[in-house]
C-alpha cells in the first residue's frame, strides 16, 4: 500500500510529532518583529567564534541542543540528524553533526532545507526506521555574503529585489507518538523549476514558479484549496517572489485568499531595517516555524497550516557559467494543537 | 512499531527493490577493470557541454535516464529523485533534476552520497512514500580539481595518499515490489567522526575512523561478524584509508578476513595509471556498484554484501580556517540475487 493521495502527495498515517522546536537568531533578527519569540538571540553574529562559518555551525549546534533540552530528550536517544545550510559542502550542518554525535543524512535544498528535512523526517518516523529524529536547518549572513556575492568589507549596494541572508538557526524533534507542538499530516516534494530568471539577486522571481507548481500539484492531489488552510506559508520569497507567487496562483485558478498567505521572509526584520525585498536563507524559515508557526499551532490559534520552504539553486560557479536560476519547493501540511494529538 | 534492530540499524520489510542501474564514466575510468560494464565511456571529459560543471550535470543525467530506460520505466512515473554530488551547492545533481521534471530531495554527504541515497531511497519505497524512486551520485575530476584544490592548468604535484576523483555517475532506480537486481534488507547511517587528520591530500585516513564506527554499530546491532557478508565493500578509502580500516577493526576485534573486503576506490582505475592512493569522489562507488556490485548479486555469485561509502566532510574555506577533517559512512546491506525476491 503506497501512502500517497495523488502522485505528488505522501500522507504520513500515524501523523508524526514535532515534540518541541528551537530557534537561535541574531541580532539583527532579535530586533525584529519575532525577537522575543527566539530561544537566543546572539548579541554578537560571531558567538564567540574564530570565523562566521564557525559561528553559523555553533548556532546550528545550539538549536538542536536547545530543542532536546526542551523536549527532555539526549542527544544519544536520536536516531537520526537531517539538515543542511547554505554553506558549500554543508559544513555548518556537518560540523554540528560532530559535535552532536547524532547520526548525520546531510542535506542541501538551498533555502528550501527545513521542509526537505521535516519530509523526510516524518517518513523516517512515520515509517518507523527512525524516532525521535531530529531537522534542523540554518544560514549566516555574513558566511552568506562573502560565499554567494562580496567580502562584506566591500560594502556593495543592494538591488531593490535583493533579500537578506537570516543569521539563524532552527531545530525541530520529531517523533512518531507523543504529544507535540503540532503534526505532520502530509507533504509533497517539489520538481526543479526554472522560468528564466538569471538576476542573482531576485531570487523571489527565480522561487516563485517552483513555489507555485508545488503548491498546484498538492492542492490537486488533496483535493483542498488555499481556503482550507488557515494559514499558506512560504519560507522566503520576499515582496517580489511573494507576489509573484499571488499572480501565477490566479491565474492557475488557484488563488491565494487575502489574509490566508504570508511569507517568513516578510516576518523576521523590523521594517524600518533597510532589508528590501526581505529576509532570506535556510535559517528564515527555520526561526520563523520554531518562533511563530509551531506555537500558534500549539495554542490553537491555527488548525492547520501548509509550510512551504523554498530554495534557489545556484551556486557562484553556474551564475558566472550563463546558468539561469532554477527554484525548489516542499511543502508540509501542520496541524495543531495538542487537542487532537493521536486522532488520525 | 520501530522496523530497527538495536540503535543504529534500520530493517526494510519489503526488503526494496534494486530495479535497473546504470554507469556513465569517464575516458580514464573507461580504461579500468570495469570499463567494459559501464553503460557509457565518454571519449571526452566535456561530454559535448563547455563546461565541466555542465558535464558533471550531463553525466548524472545521463545516468538516470539510462537506468529508467532498463527499467522500462517513465521519467514522470518516479516519485523521487534523491541525489547529489561534490560541487557547491550540488549544481551537478540540482541541473539534472530540472532536466528530468522528477520531485527532488537533494543530498550531500560528500563521498557517501550513493548510499545515503539508497538508505533514505529504501525508507521512502519500503514505508509506501515513494516508489519507484530514483538514487544518484556523480562527480567529475576536474570540477572537484580546481574547486578543492587547484585550476589543472597548474599542474600541481599530487602526494602519495592522494586520491583520484572519478569522473562518473551512477543511478538505481528502487522500488517495494518487482524483480530487482538486488534487494536492500538493511541500513545503518553513520556519526560524523573525526580523529584530527587535517591532511586535505589524505581523504582515506580522514574517512577511516567513521567507517570503522559504522560497521561496528551496524554489526553489533545486527549481532553479525564480516565473515557473513560475501563481501564488506567500503567507497573510497583508497590505499591508505583501506589499510587504517584492516587496523580499526582488528583493533575492535572484528578483524575484516582476506579476501572478505574491497574498496570501491581501488577497483576503478588501472593500475598503470598514476592514480597514487586510488580512487575516490561521489561517482566511484556509484559507478562500481552499477558495473560491478550489483551484477555479482544479480548473477548469485555474491548472495549478499555490505555497501558503505564513505565521505570526508571538509571544503576549502574550513581547511583553510583550521579545521580538521570529520568523515561519516553509511552502509547498506544488499542481497541477491532474482531468486529470493519476495521473500521475506
Chains 1, 2 share one sequence.
Not at 503548491?215 to 520569497?237: N, Q
Amino acid at each position: 500500500m503506497l501512502h500517497r493521495t495523488g502522485d505528488a502527495t505522501i500522507v504520513f498515517e500515524s501523523r508524526p510529532a514535532i515534540l518541541a522546536s528551537a530557534a537561535v537568531a541574531g541580532p539583527k533578527e532579535g530586533r525584529g518583529p519575532l525577537g522575543g519569540q527566539f530561544d537566543l538571540v546572539l548579541s554578537d553574529p560571531m558567538f564567540g567564534q574564530s570565523s562566521f562559518e564557525q559561528a553559523e555551525s555553533r548556532m546550528l549546534q545550539e538549536a538542536c541542543e536547545r530543542c532536546l533540552q526542551k523536549a527532555g530528550a539526549g542527544a544519544d536517544k536520536v536516531q537520526a540528524l537531517l539538515g543542511g545550510d547554505l554553506e558549500n559542502q554543508i559544513m555548518a550542518a556537518s560540523l554540528a553533526a560532530r559535535a552532536l554525535g547524532i547520526p548525520f543524512l546531510g542535506l542541501y535544498g538551498a533555502c528550501s532545507t527545513m521542509a526537505e528535512s521535516l519530509l523526510l523526517g516524518a517518513a523516517l518516523a512515520d515509517g518507523g526506521f527512525a524516532a525521535p529524529v531530529l531537522c534542523a536547518a540554518g544560514s549566516h549572513y555574513a558566511t552568506a555574503e562573502r560565499q554567494y556575492r562580496f567580502p562584506l568589507e566591500y560594502g556593495n549596494q543592494r538591488t531593490p529585489a535583493a533579500q537578506w541572508t537570516v543569521t539563524g538557526a532552527g531545530a525541530c524533534l520529531l517523533d512518531r507518538e507523543g504529544k507535540g507542538m503540532a503534526r505532520i499530516s502530509c507533504a509533497a516534494a517539489g520538481r526543479v523549476i526554472d522560468l528564466g530568471i538569471s538576476d542573482v539577486n531576485n531570487m523571489g522571481a527565480a522561487m516563485a514558479p517552483a513555489a507555485a507548481d508545488t503548491l498546484r500539484r498538492f492542492f490537486a492531489d488533496t483535493h483542498t484549496s488555499p481556503g482550507d488552510y488557515d494559514r499558506v506559508i512560504s519560507g522566503d520569497l520576499g515582496r517580489v517572489g511573494a507576489e509573484l507567487l499571488h499572480e501565477l496562483m490566479a491565474r492557475s485558478g488557484v488563488p491565494l485568499p487575502d489574509g490566508g498567505y504570508m511569507d517568513c521572509g516578510l516576518s523576521v526584520f523590523d521594517p524600518r531595517d533597510d532589508v528590501h525585498a526581505g529576509a532570506s536563507g535556510c535559517g528564515c524559515s527555520a526561526i520563523v516555524l520554531s518562533a511563530l508557526i509551531l506555537p500558534k499551532l500549539r495554542s490553537g490559534e491555527w488548525k492547520k497550516v501548509l509550510f512551504m520552504a523554498t530554495g534557489a539553486l545556484l551556486s557562484p560557479t553556474t551564475s558566472q557559467q550563463g546558468e539561469t536560476i532554477p527554484g525548489v519547493a516542499h511543502v508540509i501540511c501542520l496541524e495543531g494543537g495538542e487537542d487532537d494529538a493521536h486522532v488520525s
